[in-house]
């Protein structure tokens, strides 16, 4: 299994729409893990950090599933400015380093 | 307050030559890293320096060399680029090392192609 995933995606959803996506890791001992975005040809920057109890910021909520290894980002009421790619980040080696996934493309259509 | 900047933003070079990308952060950071994108590949850490004074190789360090020249600056340096090496580079930075507690805040990019 590698150590983070996730669907490439795109996911293409209307305006107004609520959108979840997962990110599945590998590292049990894992306790806080990261939501960056990175828009189109931009540098990645953070969204949200999410710990044991989820974190919530306005439309966007990430939720961990400790048993069975994953954390989750749901968008609600999706903008046209959501469209962008939102990596998952997880940390490694002993929590001293922090392994992307690959990123899950959001398209947000009028 | 530039946050991290890098140069340059492109850059193309020939198989065999030689160059040094640039990084510099104003936020007062300990911890400085440098990351390849490809596509599909997510972002790969190539090296990090910890602290001033400090440097080690992260999951993707061949072919390159890191040089951490003050607190606020961190350069990269392919000595003989490879077609390989194409790809976009980024600079980040933290405030402390920890990969679990730390935001890193990443500069705007060098696309690099190599022919």
């Known amino acids: 299994r590698k150590e983070v995933e996730q669907d490439p995606g795109p996911f293409n959803v209307p305006e107004g729409a609520t959108v979840a996506f997962n990110c599945t890791y590998s590292?049990?001992?894992?306790?806080?893990f990261f939501w960056y975005r990175q828009d189109c040809r931009k540098e990645p920057k953070l969204l949200m950090s999410?710990?044991?109890s989820g974190n919530e910021d306005g439309r966007f909520t990430a939720q961990l599933n400790r048993a069975s290894q994953y954390i989750s980002l749901l968008i609600r009421d999706s903008k046209l400015s959501d469209s962008a790619t939102y990596l998952c980040?997880?940390?490694?080696?002993?929590?001293?380093?922090?392994?992307f996934g690959i990123g899950t493309k959001l398209q947000v259509i009028p | 307050n530039a946050g991290v900047t890098q140069t340059p933003k492109f850059q193309v070079l020939k198989t065999g030559q030689s160059m040094t990308l640039q990084c510099a952060q104003d936020?007062?950071?300990?911890?400085m890293y440098w990351y390849r994108q490809d596509p599909g590949m997510g972002l790969r850490l190539i090296y990090y320096?910890?602290?001033?004074?400090?440097?080690d190789k992260g999951e993707v360090p061949n072919g390159y060399n890191v040089s951490r020249l003050n607190k606020r600056e961190f350069s990269l340096r392919l000595e003989s680029a490879a077609p390989s090496q194409t790809s976009v580079y980024f600079c980040?930075?933290?405030?402390?090392?920890?990969?679990?507690?730390?935001?890193?805040?990443f500069g705007p990019g060098t696309r690099l192609t190599v022919t």
């Open positions: 980040a930075s933290s405030e402390k090392f920890g990969g679990a507690s730390y935001e890193q805040y």
């Open positions: 590292n049990s001992a894992s306790q806080s």
């Open positions: 999410v710990y044991s």
């Open positions: 980040v997880v940390p490694s080696g002993g929590y001293q380093k922090v392994t």
């Open positions: 936020m007062n950071h300990n911890s």
């Open positions: 320096s910890a602290s001033e004074g400090t440097t």
